[in-house]
Each structure stands twice: as C-alpha cells, then as structure tokens.
C-alpha cells in the first residue's frame, strides 16, 4: 500500500535556525515526490516536484532533496512566514491521485 | 493568471442534508481532483475527473460523488450528510494526466 509518513508532527526554531523536515515514502513506481506549504484556512500551495533520486530543487530558503526511500526539505536561515503545515505526497505511475503525509507544522519566532 | 476557485468558503448544515461545491479550475487544465481534510487528518483523495468523466475515486462511499462540466468546472455532492463529513474540501487542478496539482483556497463544511 502506498504511504507516506511525515516528521516531525511539529518543530519550533527560532528565526535564523535551520533545519530540516522528513518525508518517508513507499509507493509501487513512484512517478513523482510532490511538497507544498499549507497555511491554516487555506488550500496548499506548490513548492516542488522531485521525480528520481538525487535529484534538488531550491527556492528562496527552501531546498528539497529525494532518495529512494524519503525526501528532504532544507529549511535555511528560516524567517517568521515560513510559519505554515508542510505537506508531503507522492504520486504512483499508474494514477493521478496524490497520497499525502499529514504534514510538519514549522513555527518560527523571532 | 486566475487560480482554481471554489465556492462557497463556508457552509453550514445539519445531518442528513445534501450539500453540493463548486470549483473552477486554472484556465487551460483539464482534470480536476477533490481531497478531504478533516481536522487532524491529512488530505484524503475523493474523485479525479477529466474531459468530462470520472477517470478514479476514493474510498469513500456512493453518497459522495460528482460530476464535470464540458468548461471543465466540476461539482462535487454529498448525500445524507453525516458529523464526520465536517472537513475542508479541496479542489486541485492540473493540465492532464500526472502533471503538477495547484489547489484553490477549499471550502469549510460544518455538518451538526
């Protein structure tokens, strides 16, 4: 069965400390590795799309990275709105249907 | 360029009522997905359509169900509403098949 696991659930830094969220997967042919940024009240936003192992993608303080067991988001020097749910789903080559982790709540303070 | 849209933002009903959602998808895109995000869980697949027909569902049962239109809008509606239908439903859009999803901004349903 298809699934992804995020973690953590939640993580608190302080403005300028960097991390890193989790996103473990397993998918019968993964097709494509799917991030985006949830703010509460609101529909996800894309971030990237990782489709074969080794491969990156950057964004401003963002940097997404995938194996062929998990993906990485990179989160550098973070500010106070990189607050939001990061979201995690893959997509198998079969279907259309994203399968989505339950997410990382990042708050940033200053 | 215009995002996905949906309407209403929120919505109010009682148990055992029927509720229909609109959406309408990014100029261009062809298929149209809903997901499900009740409060704790994360996003659950509910239908995908394209040109017009329902391409795959969820497991969700018969009362939720769809359809979309020949300007690729779509409609999604629940039957016999139940408390656990209370949940953010979202509608995504992509060009075709297997590429990237965009969401609109979902729609708020309370079902007491």
């Known amino acids: 069965e298809d699934q992804v696991t995020q973690s953590p659930e939640a993580l608190r830094l302080q403005e300028g400390e960097s991390s890193s969220l989790n996103c473990s997967y397993t998918?019968?042919?993964?097709?494509?590795l799917f991030w985006y940024r949830q703010d509460p009240g609101k529909g996800p936003e894309f971030l990237f799309t990782?489709?074969?192992a080794g491969e990156e993608k950057e964004k401003e303080r963002l940097k997404a990275t995938l194996t062929k067991k998990e993906s990485f988001l990179h989160i550098t020097a973070p500010k106070p709105e990189d607050s939001a749910t990061y979201l995690c789903?893959?997509?198998?080559?079969?279907?259309?249907?994203?399968?989505f982790g339950t997410g990382t709540r990042l708050q940033v303070f200053p | 360029e215009a995002g996905v849209t949906q309407s209403p933002t929120h919505l109010i009903k009682t148990r055992g009522q029927q509720v229909t959602l609109r959406c309408s998808p990014i100029?261009?895109?062809?298929?149209v997905y809903w997901y499900q995000q009740a409060l704790g869980l994360g996003l659950q697949f509910l239908l995908w359509?394209?040109?017009?027909?329902?391409?795959n569902r969820g497991n969700f049962p018969p009362r939720f169900s769809g359809r979309q239109f020949p300007n690729y809008s779509s409609e999604l509606n629940v039957n016999a509403l139940e408390l656990e239908d209370s949940a953010l439903y979202l509608c995504?859009?992509?060009?075709?098949?297997?590429?990237?999803?965009?969401f609109g901004p979902g729609t708020r349903l309370l079902v007491l």
């Open positions: 995504a859009s992509s060009l075709g098949f297997q590429e990237t999803q965009y």
């Open positions: 998918v019968s042919g993964l097709r494509g």
């Open positions: 990782l489709y074969s």
């Open positions: 789903a893959v997509q198998a080559r079969s279907t259309d249907k994203l399968i």
């Open positions: 100029s261009g895109h062809t298929s």
């Open positions: 359509y394209d040109e017009g027909e329902e391409r």
